[in-house]
C-alpha cells in the first residue's frame, strides 16, 4: 500500500490561493493515478480533482477554471492548486492514490487529510 502525506491546508480568505502537496512513499508513482476528495461537515467525500498516469485531469464542475492538479514524478509527489477560493470551498482535503494491479483491479490508499479553511 502506498503511504501518502498531504500538506499545504490552511487558513485564507475569499479570493485567495492555496496549494496542496501529497508525497507518496516507495516506487512507482509514476504508475499510480492520483486524485485529491474533499468532505466538509455533514457531507459525503467528493471527487475534487483527478491526474492519471499519463497525465490527463478531471475535475469536479464546482472547480473547473480555478482548480489545478499536478504531478511531479521525479519528487513523487501530486499538487493542487487552489485559486479564487470560496467559503464552499472549505473542507478536509484528502490525496489518493490508485495502484492497478497485474489481474486488473487496483489497490486504493488515502492520506490522512489537510484543513482547508476559508473564511474572512
Known amino acids: 500500500q502506498v503511504q501518502l502525506v498531504e500538506s499545504g491546508g490552511g487558513l485564507v480568505q475569499p479570493g485567495g490561493s492555496l496549494r496542496l502537496s501529497c508525497a507518496a512513499s516507495?516506487?512507482?508513482?509514476?504508475?499510480?493515478?492520483m486524485g485529491w476528495y474533499r468532505q466538509a461537515p455533514g457531507k459525503q467525500r467528493e471527487l475534487v480533482a483527478r491526474?492519471?498516469?499519463?497525465?490527463?485531469?478531471t475535475y469536479a464542475d464546482s472547480v473547473k477554471g480555478r482548480f489545478t492538479i499536478s504531478r511531479d514524478n521525479p519528487k513523487n509527489t501530486v499538487y493542487l492548486q487552489m485559486n479564487s477560493l470560496r467559503p464552499e470551498d472549505a473542507a478536509v482535503y484528502y490525496c489518493?492514490?490508485?495502484?492497478?494491479?497485474?489481474?486488473?483491479?487496483?489497490?486504493?490508499?488515502w492520506g490522512q487529510g489537510t484543513q482547508v479553511t476559508v473564511s474572512s
Open positions: 491526474i492519471t498516469s499519463g497525465g490527463s485531469t
Open positions: 489518493n492514490a490508485n495502484k492497478p494491479t497485474p489481474w486488473g483491479s487496483s489497490i486504493t490508499s
Open positions: 516507495g516506487s512507482g508513482f509514476s504508475i499510480l493515478s
